[in-house]
């Protein structure tokens, strides 16, 4: 996308609307020093990055739990752990990965960072209840940290009652409030992405020129405005009845423990979409510049992203055809269920359709991307049998499920984050790191999640329960979750590796120019990392987002092979400096 | 231990079959759509990749009928499997008029199992082949499910209200029986082995009170009984703060609390089991309660029978595959581990269950594994 450039040349280019950055100039980063400049800021990117910094120890923590299930799950009749402990380990992880990482993370990094910039913007409409987004959310945090470590939380991250408000003696009250003050903390987030997406897009900026991205952040806001207050509620009951007896949930003083169940998950089925819908944003914006083509059906994704939305606010019960709620009920929530099967499926097949007659560059997000497609397809396809009711019997509640979610979360969500973090990581923080590594651990994410999770449709399959510390009367598992926990480790190693090479490329990382990818988009006509006001002067777009010309590059990239051939030095630059010279070759 | 990969749960009701056609058409259809996508993504990136010689000129962007078959074929498929779904659900729903019914209490961390003629088992339900079982189901604490997976049924077993479980067992077979739904500390160990019988060995079964017919051996007698009584409880493979271990002590010197040596043969076992507290093993109290007057000779006899056999080699006492860490051990390890304290609990209670509170345990193997074994002790 171009905004009226002052070099008029460059138009259809992507490249640079603003005013020539001066050589010494200053960013986010630079501009203000010191701890409490980044503790105040009303900065969207600095909030981002403070939330870069927590989601990642949180999702280090939920980690740790992870490897201690696996570990654990070698041996039917496990390895170290009490049943007590291991019930809190898995808890914690469910709680940990789902309420502090999955539901935060890409909003609250990306979305934050990258949605004003994307819209044309300066910051957020609220930049102060921003920063308190993220208060609360520490606050929530260490909560929740607080509970987990002074003797532990189970009950899984559902909190069934009356188990968990009856039974249970672990923190469940200390837990739940923590939940309770991150589910303010995702709607004041949500209020300011509608906010800012209504009123604060730049001359130009119509609303079918929004980057995917922007339509999928806008559309999960509206989920979470809608429906993190049913969970507050819900979650208020439980601690309610823990605390003071109040008869809810509790069957013997009258109470309805089904009922819980229906709260839950009407907050708690669109809240995967809290988590996946952000992805969806990511993958469109990482196919589209890395095939670098308009991405297919561009209004087809933006309306399935709203139709999943609203759809999906309508098939809480598919989580519950055997918990005693009516037939009748079940059948209509597996209707619905299959109807919202539909936008997601049509996702997957534009994206594919973008990649036709496309100009792909295999950089490491892309490789992302590509791996997102198709983990999310066997998550999403997984989904249908659990949607219909037949099946769902037989596998709910076993690892089948385990296996279908963690295909859509950490094959969907976990994959997307990583590859928007390889994308913008030169815009974050100016740096380019280790391409080479970057490619490398893509794979070994990819085949790491394979053999963690397909093990475990398998055992599922077979009748194993989620949950379970212990298989002794069933040993015939064991051989699937060997294979998951060996599965486990080389995911782990993927996780690592980023973290080692994105945070060398800190410390000694080649300085990425404004546009290291060519891609195209607001965020990247603005220098790396971004100057604290974003745009020197506020952009006019006159546009088509993604407006790439896929047969014009392709011309100009067989040129390039030609000169690079007759100069004889075939394959000496990196990719990406390849695409950026020639654009400024284009471009000038 | 060679691994073996199973790849389906054996298939032993009604439903199985029809339960089966619908997941492997999914099956196919998931490999369908995986393998479109697969293709095509991997197909155009390779021939779409950066300087490939493919002809890109004319590309599309929006193409309405392309939309419209990848929404609607989908859309038709999916109504397809819901309809399909749901009229399985339907069935597996709604049980025949003439189903037997046995009731089932959930608790934790047990099953409590009552046929209508009153014979009551715990974590073991036994069902005739070919005769539509109703399962009527109750939790008396926190929410529970019955899971059968050999019979693809699955159900919540809520507090406060009744649920309804149907089927028709198919193939005489052990099968496992499991709780689904969390419920605490023990619950990965709240399960056992669903026993389904062919129709004239179940009636056999049930008229005889729920014994087997098949004659037990003393040992095997003796061990049903300890594990009934609960001795394992505070006896088990290694001496413990509860009581000492009753592995290889027949016919070994024992040190009392007085210190004498005695020689621990039929007749200080039987009085050990009787009046405990005449001879305390040294380092013990008075823990154990008195059990004369309330087992018969004959009991004692088949106690003390198991008590000879029990800690020896594998060979020696009937023993099982489902001992804690048989499967990732050699399997040399014996079969008595102790029972956990609210099945004792829960036995000791009788016919008022209703009182028992759960309590915590540590590490001690459940009812459900002894329960397992003395199924493949061939009881």
Redesign the interface.
């Known amino acids: 996308m171009s905004a009226i450039p002052v070099d008029p040349t460059s138009a259809g280019n992507g490249v640079i609307s603003q005013p020539a950055p001066a050589a010494s100039e200053t960013n986010y980063i630079n501009e203000f020093g010191g701890l409490k400049s980044w503790l105040l800021t009303g900065d969207h990117k600095r909030i981002a990055i403070l939330y870069l910094i927590s989601v990642t120890f949180f999702f280090f923590l939920g980690s740790v739990a992870a490897a201690m299930i696996r570990w654990e799950l070698t041996?039917?009749?496990g390895v170290v752990l009490?049943?007590?402990t291991y019930?809190k380990v898995f808890s914690s992880h469910g709680v940990i990965m789902v309420f502090t990482f999955l539901v935060v993370a890409i909003p609250s990094v990306f979305g934050n960072f990258f949605l004003p910039i994307m819209i044309g913007a300066r910051d957020m409409a609220f930049p102060r209840l921003n920063l308190l987004s993220w208060y609360l959310y520490m606050a929530g945090g260490i909560l929740i940290l607080a509970g987990m470590i002074n003797g532990g939380v189970?009950?899984?991250w559902t909190f069934?009652?009356?188990?968990s408000s009856?039974?249970?003696n672990s923190n469940v009250t200390l837990v739940l409030t923590g939940v309770f003050i991150i589910g303010f903390s995702s709607i004041t987030t949500g209020i300011n992405f509608i906010v800012t997406t209504h009123k604060m897009r730049a001359p130009g900026m119509t609303w079918f020129r929004l980057p995917l991205f922007v339509w999928a952040h806008y559309a999960t806001a509206v989920v979470i405005i809608l429906g993190t207050p049913v969970v507050a509620i819900t979650l208020l009951l439980v601690v309610f009845e823990r605390a003071f007896k109040l008869p809810i949930f509790n069957?013997?003083l009258g109470g309805?423990?089904?009922l819980f169940q229906h709260l839950f998950w009407f907050y708690s089925h669109p809240a995967v979409y809290i988590m996946i819908l952000p992805a969806f944003g990511i993958i469109s914006e990482l196919i589209a510049n890395f095939?670098r083509?308009?991405v297919?059906?561009?209004?087809?994704i933006a309306f399935s992203t709203l139709a999943i939305a609203g759809l999906g606010f309508l098939v809480w019960g598919h989580h519950m055809?055997?918990?005693?709620q009516s037939?009748y009920q079940?059948?209509v929530f597996?209707?619905i269920s299959?109807?919202v099967?539909?936008p997601s499926?049509?996702k997957?097949?534009?994206w594919?359709?973008t990649?036709?007659?496309?100009?792909?560059?295999?950089q490491s997000p892309m490789l992302y991307a590509?791996g997102f497609?198709?983990l999310f397809?066997?998550g999403g396809?997984?989904g249908?049998?659990l949607?219909?009711?037949?099946?769902?019997?037989?596998l709910?509640?076993?690892y089948f499920v385990v296996a279908h979610f963690h295909y859509v979360m950490v094959g969907g969500t976990m994959t997307a984050f990583l590859g928007g973090l390889h994308y913008w990581w030169p815009k974050m923080t100016g740096r380019l790191y280790a391409e080479g590594l970057a490619k490398a651990n893509a794979i070994i994410v990819f085949l790491g999640f394979n053999l963690t999770f397909f093990p475990q449709f398998?055992v599922g399959?077979?009748?194993m329960?989620?949950?379970?510390?212990?298989?002794?009367?069933?040993?015939?598992y064991?051989?699937?979750n060997i294979m998951s926990t060996l599965g486990s480790g080389f995911l782990g190693i993927g996780f690592l590796l980023p973290a080692f090479y994105l945070s060398k490329s800190l410390m000694n990382g080649r300085k990425a120019s404004a546009n290291p990818w060519g891609a195209h988009g607001l965020e990247w006509e603005i220098p790396s990392p971004p100057p604290s006001t974003n745009f020197l002067q506020i952009p006019i777009v006159l546009d088509e987002v993604y407006d790439f010309d896929?047969?014009t590059e392709?011309e100009q990239?067989?040129a390039?092979?030609a000169i690079e051939h007759a100069h004889e030095h075939p394959g000496m630059m990196d990719?990406h400096d390849e695409t950026a010279s020639k654009l400024e070759e284009g471009g000038h | 231990m060679p691994f073996n990969f199973p790849l389906q749960p054996p298939r032993a009701s009604s439903f199985a079959d029809q339960h089966d056609a619908l997941f492997y058409t999914l099956c196919i259809l998931t490999l369908l759509f995986t393998t479109i996508v697969g293709f095509g993504v991997i197909f155009f990136t390779i021939k779409y990749r950066k300087g490939s010689p493919a002809d890109r000129s004319r590309p599309i962007y929006e193409d309405l009928r392309l939309e419209l078959s990848w929404t609607i074929i989908p859309l038709i498929l999916g109504l397809f499997i819901f309809y399909w779904g749901a009229s399985l659900f339907v069935t597996m729903r709604v049980p025949p008029k003439d189903a037997q019914e046995i009731y089932v209490i959930g608790k934790q961390w047990m099953w409590h199992v009552q046929h209508p003629n009153g014979v009551r088992e715990n974590n073991t339900l036994h069902v005739p082949v070919g005769k539509p079982v109703k399962l009527i189901m109750i939790s008396q604490d926190v929410i529970h499910a019955f899971y059968i997976p050999a019979f693809r049924v699955q159900m919540h077993v809520v507090p406060g209200r009744y649920t309804t479980l149907w089927f028709n067992a198919t193939q005489p077979g052990k099968y496992h029986l499991f709780c689904s739904m969390y419920c605490g500390t023990q619950h990965s160990e709240m399960g056992g082995t669903v026993v389904a019988m062919p129709a004239k060995e179940y009636a056999e079964w049930i008229a005889n009170g729920g014994q087997s017919t098949t004659p037990m051996t003393m040992e095997q007698s003796g061990q049903k009984l300890f594990t009934s009584l609960a001795c394992n409880n505070c006896h088990g493979a290694k001496d413990t703060v509860k009581g000492p271990s009753l592995y290889s002590i027949y016919n070994t010197r024992r040190r009392m609390s007085n210190g004498e040596l005695v020689l621990a043969d039929d007749a200080y076992l039987r009085e050990s089991i009787l009046r405990p507290h005449n001879q305390l093993s040294a380092g013990y109290g008075q823990e154990m309660p008195e059990y004369q007057g309330q087992l018969t000779e004959e009991d004692v006899i088949k106690l003390v029978a198991y008590m000879k056999v029990l800690g020896l080699p594998t060979a020696a006492v009937p023993t099982s595959g489902t001992d804690r860490g048989s499967a990732v051990t050699t399997g040399a390890r014996n079969s008595m581990t102790p029972l956990s304290s609210n099945a004792i609990q829960f036995q000791q209670q009788g016919e008022n269950p209703t009182d028992a509170t759960p309590t915590s345990r540590k590490g001690n193997l459940s009812v459900n594994a002894i329960a397992a074994q003395q199924e493949a002790a061939g009881q």
């Open positions: 041996a039917p009749a009490e049943s007590d019930n189970d009950g899984g069934y009652t009356p188990y009856m039974y249970s069957p013997e309805d423990p089904v095939a083509k308009r297919f059906g561009y209004h087809f055809f055997i918990s005693s037939m079940g059948i597996s209707l299959f109807l099967a539909v499926a049509i997957v097949f534009n594919t359709a990649l036709y007659k496309a100009n792909i560059r295999l590509l497609i198709g397809t066997v396809l997984t249908l049998f949607g219909s009711m037949g099946t769902d019997v037989h709910t509640a076993t398998i399959w077979l009748g329960p989620r949950r379970y510390h212990y298989y002794y009367l069933a040993p015939e064991q051989v699937y896929p047969v392709y990239d067989r390039q092979q990719s």
